[in-house]
């Protein structure tokens, strides 16, 4: 399976297979959306806080403690 597919690719390959889906199975797709959602938000704050600690003097503080 291709790792690399466009969202437009995703959601025109999934778009029958949504139609035609259970309740049941619409439910736990929800969840995973919302799960990825989850993710990608927690992905972005990671990133600010590493690109904040890169900003901030304190890893030349913590290295020069090391030698």
């Known amino acids: 399976m291709n790792r690399d597919l466009s969202l437009q690719q995703i959601a025109e390959g999934m778009t029958k297979s949504l139609l035609n889906a259970s309740e049941k199975d619409l439910e736990g797709f ?6 990825t959602l989850e993710l990608r938000e927690a992905h972005k ?3 600010k806080m590493v690109q904040s600690y890169s900003n901030s003097g304190i890893h030349r503080n913590v ?3 090391n030698g």
Request: proline share 0%; hydrophobic share 35%.
């Open 63 to 65: 290295n020069s403690h």
């Open 30 to 35: 929800q969840k995973i959306v919302d799960a």
């Open 45 to 47: 704050d990671l990133q």
